[in-house]
């Protein structure tokens, strides 16, 4: 059921389109766009959702380092 689920996230994440802009920075861009400068805003767009995936990839990390630990040590003792 996993590896479905996996797939099928894999297929459509590309056609997913992901704005994550507060109401400021929206203003901002959409000021820089209508004088032509897009870098500003796919700079900004990157910014904000490496600041928003890095906690979430922190607790992933921490908690496959968990399990490893947990689970060697559940064997050390079965011994």
């Known amino acids: 059921m996993k590896k479905v689920a996996l797939i099928i996230f894999s297929l459509l994440l590309p056609y997913t389109k992901v704005w994550a802009q507060c109401a400021m920075c929206k203003t901002t861009i959409v000021n820089n766009v209508s ?16 600041l ?10 921490i908690g496959i380092l968990w399990y490893k630990k947990s689970k060697s040590h559940g064997k050390k003792k079965l011994q």
Not at 36 to 42: C, P
Not at 52 to 61: D, E, G
């Open 35 to 50: 004088h032509g400068e897009l870098s500003l805003a796919e700079g900004l767009n990157f910014g904000i959702m490496y």
């Open 52 to 61: 928003f995936f890095t906690p979430y990839l922190a607790i992933l990390v």
